[in-house]
């Protein structure tokens, strides 16, 4: 059985993926000297937005019940 490559799953673990490489870049930018603040912040938008979106597919595949 070829597995679906466009499947929500998938889109969540490439997801993860690129937002743990997203932290580690923001910790070695933000340890790097001279500071760059700018890329910092636009790296640290990424991450919301990422996070964001991980979030909504979580939500699509395993929708909470009503209380």
């Given at each position: ?44 938008k990424k991450r919301l937005q990422l ?17």
């Amino acid at each position: 059985m070829e597995p679906n490559l466009h499947s929500p799953e998938r889109r969540l673990i490439e997801l993860r993926i690129e937002h743990a490489d997203l932290d580690a870049l923001i910790d070695a930018a933000a340890h790097a000297a001279p500071l760059d603040e700018l890329l910092l912040r636009r790296l640290k938008k990424k991450r919301l937005q990422l996070r964001d979106e991980i979030a909504r597919i979580e939500l699509a595949l395993d929708p909470k019940e009503p209380a």
